[in-house]
């Protein structure tokens, strides 16, 4: 006697009871264990390595250091580009590694780097200054606190911030924790140039004397027969007023300090970065969470921390909470669970509908063990609830109670034809259990393309591959080991056999079903022929990578000439700020000056630093709020020609930035920059586009100083010497230190502010000789003007420019790429040899997304044809299930044409998914006809019978697995899939009941017969 599970687990009620009851709750726990996030991590495989040759132009900075940096890294195997940013004395290379580089595997490609790096230090110029490197360019700071003072100096501020700080510092799970907008205190000694001159001094010797004074030197012990006794020196700073007042002496001349510089103290000066909230000074907080640890139990616990130290702020500093990423992931959660509750209401109420009430039960009691085992084994893979994992298990639901509706479907109909309880209850592993199995395998065959994309985006949307596979496997088991012991118990032991005579709905089926199989050809070649006017119809659907978020935040991105200072880009930052203070949208904002905000969540787009960059998080109250800050940002730029403000929502997935992007590549920087021009020019047509910009700007205005080397060494100078005077004037050098208690205070040297910021200082500056005599500069030099690069990009070690440019329509950037298409291609077949245009932006990123489904796709249907043909065992019956699985676009393509909807990403999942459900169907109906045709019925009426019987369940699965999916329709990033799949799911069942039968007959050649 062959083995039966189903028979098997009613002969161990007992065991199986308890087996269910320690699911439950082991599910349970593994449920609250579970971790949360709002959307899943992947791992970005960048990192940045900068290196510094001061003094040196863009163009030798290139040379000498970023292209020895890219000619090396071309060793990596696994490097898939490196691109640059090259301005005068720094090179910023980012490292990006192929999307197949395990997320195990980069950490020590990282450090493979750093190694490289080090292997080619000796091959740099002697003034070379050394690395640089940032592999944590990923590391999120999901909480961040602002602290806004009044009445406080910046120093102050920071020690308060910084006394936070060290608190959060003691948490359990706490990552990195920074400060963002501290301000380092300086003294600055501005000379005059003139003044020193006039006394006849040389300022490298006054600016000697002071460090020598200031110096912490050893001054010994005096060892008595008792004890050793310190010996120590005064006369080291403390304050600028002890600098001030210092009397020095140089040759035989004395003097103040005050009398050759003011002094006075202040901060560094231009900053680095500067933070500001709602448009006030303010010092940032950024928390992060130890990797592993539950979001939602730290951000309880860092509240504690946090309600502990508020009242410790002196009155004056406030504590703002900008960022608060569990309450958001809290948030983000409960509404999936939400939309997770009306899914598994949905799926019941049709069970209840279809079946009864108590059968309707016994699939009601299925639904949360298939879910109560799903949490247990995610919660062993550390799987965490979040939006894809929460998406797919609503996206399961209407799968995994297929099985469990078969089961129970095929035990009432044994019981209707007076079959005892317990015979009914084990005809499910005698009867269907096989054919479901291949179905399910089918089903979750169709998600392999998901679980072997190894791209970001492959990563990002992992968990949903292990989320089905798991809990349709685990259907399958329920529905043949769970099912049968609670059919056993809530089933009569009797049912009454439904009327023969078919109602007015089954009427009209059978007349149907009868037309199609009798027209077999006719329904064939329309079914064809709509399936064809469907792929037509794709040209009308709207192409996506990734939907924008739902997130109330509103990012503006401000970006200025590459030559600009820090203080331009303030100004620009301060008329912004008090832009939006008389705005009703903004519930608060923060600014950011020189950088980009922290990465508060994954997705977000981290900026290189720069001084003429800037960037506002606008929080608004809801999503009509951020629209319309949105539409006013964009008319408040109008107002700022030759600034790009850009205002962007946050993205799901990858980040790209402005969607449509081009990069031109050529030998030539000059030449890129120009042709660059032009190429915007083109997307300059499309009135569909607005704020168009490129990386490469107009070239900086350069004042060369041209010496006379035989003047200079009469004169007993060097080029450096000349080079040092300069750099004091303008940028300024750091004399010695000032101790105030644990902090540092640097003492620079500069010129004043007359001669800082003004080009005629060099005409009058002075320097002083080794003889201590005053020589004009111009004596020995000439003033030259010239233009310069101020930056220099390159990809792949080529000069690159990238055109960007944002949408101003509802358009999706790659419609409009596409019709850009053809006078792109003419452009780039008008380039001269050597240069080449590419896409970048959206349109790329879904490219090198898709690429690995496409690769995948044959072994996915290599596996479900396998598994056909084990099932089949014939290649005409194999055929003829295959043949319904294309036919879903009919579906697709409607629903998303009459939804707007667009095929993005995650759509294009659901339609390859969409493969294994409408097969799974197709293979439990033609199992079917070969069982009924094995019991002696003809071909035809086993075709129409098989049709018939099967059609209340395949409807019933097709209603649960179509209507789970409305809770998720009205999300901005499932919607797209959720109308692709219940679209495909109605026109695939309504072909399977109606095309499969035609084309069986079709196939077989099966003749009509009269009605039996």
């Known amino acids: 006697m062959r083995f039966n599970l189903s028979d098997w687990s009613l002969r161990h009620r007992s065991f199986i009871w308890y087996l269910i009851l320690v699911s439950l709750l082991a599910g349970a726990y593994g449920y609250m264990s579970m971790g949360r996030e709002e959307d899943p991590a992947f791992t970005i495989k960048t990192m940045i390595v900068q290196a510094s040759l001061p003094g040196a132009t863009a163009e030798e900075t290139l040379t000498q250091v970023t292209e020895r940096i890219e000619k090396k890294l071309q060793e990596l195997e696994n490097l898939k580009f490196t691109r640059s940013e090259t301005s005068p004395g720094m090179a910023t290379v980012y490292v990006e590694l192929t999307a197949e580089t395990r997320s195990a595997a980069v950490a020590a490609t990282w450090q493979r780097v750093r190694n490289m790096m080090n292997d080619i230090r000796g091959d740099f110029p002697q003034e070379f200054a050394g690395f640089g490197f940032n592999d944590s360019f990923g590391d999120v700071y999901g909480n961040i606190y602002a602290f806004t003072y009044d009445g406080f100096t910046p120093t102050e501020a920071k020690h308060w911030a910084e006394t936070v700080q060290d608190a959060v510092l003691q948490m359990k799970d706490a990552g990195k924790v920074d400060l963002v907008g501290t301000q380092d205190p300086v003294i600055f000694l501005e000379f005059s140039a003139r003044r020193l001159a006039a006394l006849g001094l040389d300022t490298a010797t006054v600016l000697d004397t002071l460090a020598n004074q200031n110096a912490i030197t050893p001054s010994g012990i005096i060892r008595t027969p008792g004890e050793k006794v310190m010996v120590r020196v005064s006369g080291r700073f403390s304050t600028a007023e002890d600098l ?66 508020a009242p410790e702020l002196p009155v004056g500093i406030e504590m703002h909470k900008v960022s608060d990423q569990p309450k958001v992931v809290e948030e983000s959660v409960n509404h999936f669970l939400r939309a997770l509750v009306e899914a598994v209401v949905i799926v019941l109420a049709v069970s209840f509908v279809a079946l009864g009430v108590r059968a309707g039960l016994v699939v009601t009691m299925a639904i949360p063990l298939v879910l109560a085992l799903t949490f247990v084994l995610l919660a062993m893979m550390d799987i965490t609830l979040q939006r894809i994992s929460l998406g797919a298990l609503i996206i399961a639901l209407g799968l995994l109670v297929d099985d469990a509706m078969i089961s129970i479907e095929l035990m009432i109909s044994r019981l209707e034809i007076g079959e005892s309880l317990e015979r009914a209850a084990s005809a499910a592993w005698s009867s269907i259990a096989f054919p479901m199995l291949t179905g399910t395998l089918v089903t979750m065959a169709g998600f392999i393309p998901i679980g072997l994309n190894t791209s970001a985006a492959g990563e990002y949307t992992i968990s949903l591959f292990y989320v089905i596979v798991i809990s349709l496997l685990l259907s399958w088991v329920v529905a043949v080991l769970f099912a049968p012991i609670l059919g056993m118990t809530f089933l009569p032991k009797t049912m009454k ?125 809801d999503l009509a709020a951020r629209d319309s800050l949105k539409a006013a940002v964009a008319e408040f730029s109008e107002t700022l020609p030759g600034i790009d403000i850009f205002a962007k929502y946050l993205e799901l997935g990858p980040p790209v930035g402005k969607p449509v992007q081009y990069r031109l590549s050529g030998p030539d920087p000059d030449r890129v920059s120009d042709l660059g021009r032009d190429l915007a020019a083109i997307l300059a047509t499309d009135s569909r586009l607005h704020m168009i910009t490129q990386n490469f700007s107009e070239p900086a205005r350069v004042a060369r100083v041209v010496l006379d080397q035989d003047k200079l060494r009469q004169l007993g100078l060097t080029q450096t010497d000349v080079a040092q005077a300069l750099y004091a004037l303008f940028d300024g050098v750091t004399v010695t230190e000032v101790r105030d208690g644990k902090t540092l205070v640097d003492v620079v040297a500069r010129g004043n502010a007359a001669d800082r910021s003004s080009v005629a200082s060099l005409q009058d500056m002075q320097l002083g000789n080794a003889a201590g005599q005053p020589i004009p500069l111009l004596s020995f030099a000439t003033l030259e003007w010239t233009l310069e690069q101020p930056m220099i990009h390159q990809r792949n070690r080529l000069p690159t420019v990238t055109v960007k440019a944002a949408v101003a329509t509802k358009d999706q950037p790659a419609t409009i790429a596409a019709a850009l298409k053809s006078r792109i291609d003419d452009f780039a077949a008008a380039l001269p040899a050597g240069y080449a245009v590419e896409n970048g932006g959206s349109v790329e990123s879904s490219a090198e997304s898709q690429a690995p489904i496409v690769a995948v796709v044959p072994i996915m249907l290599l596996i479900m044809v396998t598994l056909v043909m084990v099932q089949m065992q014939s290649f005409r019956r194999s055929f003829v299930v295959l043949a319904v699985a294309p036919l879903g676009m009919i579906g697709v393509v409607a629903a998303l044409l009459a939804s707007g909807a667009p095929l993005g990403f995650v759509a294009i999942l659901g339609v390859l998914a969409l493969v294994g459900i409408l097969i799974r169907n197709s293979i439990i109906l033609v199992h079917e006809i070969e069982e009924l045709q094995h019991r002696g019925l003809s071909r035809w009426h086993a075709v129409f019978d098989a049709t018939d019987s099967r059609a209340r369940p395949i409807l019933l699965t097709a209603a649960a697995a179509s209507l789970a999916l409305i809770p998720i329709s009205r999300q901005v990033f499932w919607g797209p899939m959720a109308y692709a799949m219940m679209g495909g799911i109605i026109v695939g069942t309504l072909l399977t009941l109606l095309f499969v039968p035609a084309l069986y007959c079709l196939v077989f050649r099966i003749k009509p017969e009269p009605a039996a």
Do not use: C
């Not at 210092?246 to 231009?270: E, H, I, K, Q």
């Not at 448009?279 to 309600?307: C, H, S, Y």
């Not at 792929?535 to 401000?558: A, C, H, N």
């Open 244 to 309: 001030a007042a210092t009397t020095l002496r140089v040759g035989d001349t004395f003097f103040a300090l005050s009398d050759v510089a003011d002094v006075r103290a202040g901060y560094v000066d231009p900053a680095k970065v500067l933070y500001r909230y709602d448009g006030k000074p303010a010092i940032a907080l950024i928390v992060g969470m130890r990797a592993g640890a539950n979001i939602q139990t730290f951000g309880e616990a860092l509240d504690e921390v946090i309600a502990e130290m």
């Open 497 to 621: 056999h439904h009327s023969t005579e078919p109602g007015r709905v089954r009427r009209v089926f059978h007349r149907m079903l009868r037309l199609a199989m009798r027209a077999k050809r006719l329904t064939v070649a329309l079914t064809l022929a709509v399936f064809g006017l469907s792929l037509f119809g794709m040209k009308f659907v709207e192409q996506q990578f990734f939907p924008t978020s739902d997130r109330p935040e509103l990012i503006v991105d401000v970006t200025l000439r590459n030559n600009a200072s820090f203080n331009s880009t303030d100004a620009v930052m301060g008329q912004l700020d008090t832009w939006l203070a008389s705005r009703e949208e903004p519930t608060y904002w923060s600014t950011y000056v020189g950088r980009s905000a922290p990465r508060f969540i994954l997705a977000f787009d981290s900026m290189t630093p720069a001084d003429n960059f800037g960037q506002i998080v606008v929080m608004t109250g």
